[in-house]
């Protein structure tokens, strides 16, 4: 079985791929940093080392590595002949990995099993955006038959895995919690083999669940730790601003989980503490600058801060913890990080009203909007 697995990062390294080796996939890593790809084929195997309880090496060996910029043939021959496709190289990185799977579709006897193709990205259905692209990098008189030779599912994957130490080379340190959820319907009776995951009717509860918890808890750590002045993601929850800030959030978003998805109270309180030790774990290297990196996409209409407090302010419910927490958002000032740099420009360029619209996406009738205007002018003042 072999796996082509776009984006040989943090996730890619010490999860999907490691997930994959365990699996029995030959994993073949497609990335556009040279110098990693050609880190990872100069090695016969990397470490993935597991910290906190129950922590441990693992070792993956057999993958190969392709730089996807410079060597585009090979790897659509490999993609051809590819059991599985997975990405983990951002949302918005997903327009530039789908012509090449569009072009290996092409060229895929259609005598193959259909290629397996997954999205691990932190947004909601980014396997469906993925195919929306795949399908515009094809021609539209070829779509029903190329489309026949791909499975696209969604999925959620959960482990956190910070930015890597430079001296680490190609090894990784993980948290030894991992979870990835895939969507079962796509693949009938012909799913992919990987004992790691497990496979769920209905994927929509999973992954809101996950980011509007994990992530929107995390986010407002780091945003809330950027704001006091403190860097390590473990050491922000000590502060009992923060701790209080972002216990607020997560009972918001679970009130609308339960609401919306019917999970059961007591279980979700229970997953939201279990979260709070993840991220209050010290042997984790992890900084509130990755956690909160890119703030305009986590403040866009469908992610962990607008889209639960839009549908808490659609039902009526309580969301004032999480607007507090977009304010915190604006304050994330990171010069290397493109769109922080980006988001304070249009703080001072346009105004509060132009801000919502542009960046979270709500229109100016919606039961959220005044809420973040005044949140937005109180930072702008
Ligand atoms: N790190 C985590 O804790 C974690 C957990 C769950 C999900 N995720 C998600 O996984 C994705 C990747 O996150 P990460 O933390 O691993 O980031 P990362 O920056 O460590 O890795 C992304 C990799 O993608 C590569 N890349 C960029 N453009 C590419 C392209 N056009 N083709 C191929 N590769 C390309 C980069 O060179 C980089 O190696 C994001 O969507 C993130 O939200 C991350
Ligand atoms: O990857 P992002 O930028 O969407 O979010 C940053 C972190 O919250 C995220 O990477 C978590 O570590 C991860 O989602 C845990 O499963």
Same mark, same amino acid.
């Given at each position: 079985?072999?796996?082509?697995?776009?984006? @040989?990062?943090?996730?890619?390294?010490?999860?999907?791929?490691?997930?994959?080796?365990?699996?029995?996939?030959?994993?073949?890593?497609?990335?556009?940093?040279?110098?990693?790809?050609?880190?990872?084929?100069? /090695?016969?195997?990397?470490?993935?080392?597991?910290?906190?309880?129950?922590?441990?090496?693992? &070792?993956?060996?057999?993958?190969?590595?392709?730089?996807?910029?410079?060597?585009?043939?090979?790897?659509?021959?490999?993609?051809?002949?590819?059991?599985?496709?997975?990405?983990?190289?951002?949302?918005?990185?997903?327009?530039?990995?789908?012509?090449?799977?569009?072009?290996?579709?092409?060229?895929?006897?259609?005598?193959?099993?259909?290629?397996?193709?997954?999205?691990?990205?932190?947004?909601?259905?980014?396997?469906?955006?993925?195919?929306?692209?795949?399908?515009?990098?094809?021609?539209?008189?070829?779509?029903?038959?190329?489309?026949?030779?791909?499975?696209?599912?969604? &999925?959620?994957?959960?482990?956190?895995?910070?930015?890597?130490?430079?001296?680490?080379?190609?090894?990784?340190?993980?948290?030894?919690?991992?979870?990835?959820?895939? !969507?079962?319907?796509?693949?009938?009776?012909?799913?992919? !083999?990987?004992?790691? @995951? &497990?496979?769920?009717?209905?994927?929509?509860?999973?992954?809101?669940?996950?980011?509007?918890?994990?992530?929107?808890?995390?986010?407002?750590?780091?945003?809330?730790?950027?704001?006091?002045?403190?860097?390590?993601?473990?050491?922000?929850?000590?502060?009992?601003?923060?701790?209080?800030?972002?216990?607020?959030?997560?009972?918001? &978003?679970?009130?609308?989980?339960?609401?919306? +998805?019917?999970?059961?109270?007591?279980?979700?309180?229970?997953?939201?503490?279990?979260?709070?030790?993840?991220?209050?774990?010290?042997?984790?290297?992890?900084?509130?600058?990755?956690?909160?990196?890119?703030?305009?996409?986590?403040?866009?209409?469908?992610?962990?801060?607008?889209?639960?407090?839009?549908?808490?302010?659609?039902?009526?419910?309580?969301?004032?913890?999480?607007?507090?927490?977009?304010?915190?958002?604006?304050?994330?000032?990171?010069?290397?990080?493109?769109?922080?740099?980006?988001?304070?420009?249009?703080?001072?360029?346009?105004?509060?009203?132009?801000?919502?619209?542009?960046?979270?996406?709500?229109?100016?009738? +919606?039961?959220?909007?005044?809420?973040?205007?005044?949140?937005? /002018?109180?930072?702008?003042?």
């Amino acid at each position: 079985m072999k796996a082509v697995h776009f984006g @040989a990062g943090n996730i890619g390294r010490g999860f999907v791929g490691l997930l994959l080796h365990d699996a029995g996939y030959e994993v073949v890593f497609a990335d556009v940093n040279a110098e990693l790809i050609d880190a990872l084929n100069a /090695a016969p195997s990397y470490e993935v080392h597991e910290v906190g309880d129950g922590g441990g090496v693992r &070792t993956v060996t057999g993958y190969r590595a392709i730089n996807s910029a410079t060597s585009e043939n090979e790897l659509i021959a490999e993609i051809q002949t590819a059991d599985v496709v997975t990405t983990a190289v951002g949302p918005n990185i997903l327009r530039f990995v789908a012509p090449v799977i569009a072009r290996a579709l092409a060229l895929r006897d259609s005598g193959l099993a259909p290629l397996a193709v997954m999205a691990c990205e932190n947004a909601i259905n980014a396997t469906d955006l993925l195919k929306t692209e795949v399908q515009s990098a094809v021609d539209p008189e070829q779509w029903e038959a190329l489309s026949a030779r791909a499975v696209f599912a969604n &999925t959620a994957v959960d482990r956190i895995v910070p930015g890597q130490d430079p001296a680490a080379g190609i090894d990784v340190t993980v948290e030894t919690f991992y979870e990835w959820v895939i !969507e079962s319907a796509p693949f009938g009776d012909a799913r992919p !083999e990987i004992p790691g @995951a &497990t496979f769920v009717d209905a994927l929509g509860p999973y992954i809101e669940r996950k980011l509007f918890t994990v992530n929107t808890g995390h986010a407002t750590a780091a945003y809330y730790g950027f704001a006091a002045g403190i860097d390590k993601i473990s050491d922000v929850l000590a502060n009992s601003d923060v701790a209080d800030a972002v216990r607020h959030v997560l009972e918001e &978003t679970s009130n609308l989980l339960v609401v919306k +998805h019917g999970i059961d109270a007591e279980v979700q309180r229970a997953y939201r503490e279990k979260i709070l030790t993840r991220f209050a774990n010290p042997h984790l290297p992890d900084t509130v600058q990755r956690v909160g990196r890119q703030p305009l996409r986590k403040l866009s209409r469908n992610e962990r801060f607008v889209s639960p407090a839009a549908e808490l302010a659609e039902r009526g419910l309580g969301r004032s913890a999480l607007v507090d927490a977009i304010g915190k958002a604006l304050q994330f000032d990171v010069p290397d990080d493109e769109q922080s740099v980006e988001m304070r420009a249009l703080l001072s360029d346009v105004s509060p009203q132009e801000f919502v619209e542009r960046v979270s996406g709500l229109a100016p009738e +919606h039961p959220l909007f005044d809420e973040l205007v005044a949140v937005v /002018a109180a930072r702008s003042n």
